[in-house]
């Protein structure tokens, strides 16, 4: 099997015990993780009433069999069989309706759930979201963005606007049940009705490549005043940072996936004494490495493909230049 998938059903595993909730007494279950959003709880029922219906008629079934295996087994000296009943309505109409009745219920409490789940809020806090090989992009109404973390407010309709720059990926919260594609060329929308505060895992349910299984961000949610003071500071994430502190984070953010600083090799080439040298192209041209290199590599890296990598790096256009220039000095700092 993929690494990254048994990685990945790893994480699920681990998941049910990365929830902090912040009311001790609420936990998971066997199934589910907590139910941390209005969604969980309808979900759930429909799951655990298929999951009874399903037990009880096991149940049933297997204890009918096992009784008539038994009462007509063979028998030495017995070599005729009982007479079989006669046609009942009464048992036909009987095992027909409740079965009827039961499905009916199954496929109501769903079509409620999907209705539900489906059917956005049009006065919800707005997330525009982006994935992307192999990270997450949030932003903010206030232009603040993030990439490990995703904050919500408690108690607020909240809706998620989804693009993707390359692959599907899937955007999942287990303790929130909340779970869309993320499809390139199109937006996608989801919501979410926080109910509890903590700290919970939203992970990437489409397998996108490579480092699918690193596409964990951690969701904190958290009372109203916290998360309006939290965003505010979002907004100018460069604040009280050098060039090349302000470079170092938004690596560690977008880049780290693919791109090391200590010379091991990723999925692209490292940064780590690569300033001023000569890069080596896969149609046999060249260039040093400068700014006006790193600037074409970050709009269009296949127009620069190094020699030996593969052509796995979106193009990253709606980057600052403050962010351009960050990342120019931070490569500057690993030495050449």
Same mark, same amino acid.
């Given at each position: 099997?993929n690494?990254p998938?048994l990685?990945?059903?790893a ?12 009311d ?15 969604? !969980?709880?309808?979900?759930d029922?429909?799951?655990?009433? @298929?999951? &009874?219906v399903s037990?009880? /008629?096991?149940?049933? $079934? +297997? ?18 069989g009982? !007479? ?8 036909? @109409?009987? &095992?027909?309706?409740i079965? /009827?009745?039961?499905? $009916? +219920? ?8 999907y ?9 919800a ?16 109404p ?26 599907i990926?899937?955007?999942?919260i ?23 505060e ?17 596409m964990m ?29 302000y ?6 953010q977008q ?10 090799v ?39 493909l ?14 600052s ?16």
């Amino acid at each position: 099997m993929n690494l990254p998938i048994l990685n990945t059903l790893a994480s699920l595993v681990q998941d049910q015990k990365v929830a902090v909730p912040s009311d001790p007494t609420a936990e998971g279950t066997y199934w589910f993780p907590v139910q941390a959003s209005t969604l !969980a709880e309808k979900s759930d029922w429909t799951f655990y009433y @298929i999951y &009874w219906v399903s037990a009880f /008629f096991t149940a049933l $079934i +297997v204890a009918a069999m096992v009784f008539m295996a038994i009462r007509y087994r063979y028998r030495k000296g017995v070599w005729e069989g009982e !007479a079989s009943p006669g046609h009942s309505w009464t048992l036909e @109409i009987t &095992w027909s309706i409740i079965p /009827f009745l039961l499905t $009916i +219920v199954m496929w109501w409490s769903g079509f409620k759930s999907y209705m539900y789940s489906d059917t956005v809020p049009p006065d919800a806090y707005t997330i525009q979201v982006t994935a992307q090989q192999w990270s997450w992009e949030f932003e903010y109404p206030n232009g603040a963005k993030t990439y490990k973390e995703l904050h919500l407010p408690v108690d607020t309709d909240v809706t998620f606007v989804m693009k993707s720059k390359d692959v599907i990926h899937g955007f999942w919260i287990p303790a929130f049940r909340v779970k869309k594609d993320v499809v390139p060329g199109r937006y996608t929308k989801t919501w979410a009705h926080p109910t509890m505060e903590g700290q919970y895992t939203l992970f990437c349910t489409e397998y996108c490549g490579t480092n699918h299984s690193q596409m964990m961000v951690q969701v904190t949610v958290e009372d109203q005043d916290s998360f309006d003071k939290w965003v505010a500071a979002q907004a100018d994430p460069s604040a009280g940072l050098t060039d090349v502190e302000y470079g170092k984070q938004i690596w560690s953010q977008q880049c780290i996936a693919c791109h090391s600083n200590d010379g091991s090799v990723v999925i692209g080439p490292s940064w780590k004494g690569t300033w001023g040298t000569e890069r080596e192209f896969e149609d046999g041209s060249s260039a040093i490495m400068d700014e006006n290199y790193i600037l074409n590599s970050i709009v269009d890296p296949n127009s620069q493909l190094v020699k030996g990598y593969p052509p796995a790096m979106p193009p990253y256009k709606d980057l600052s230049q403050d962010q351009v220039d960050g990342l120019i000095a931070y490569i500057k700092s690993l030495g050449n």
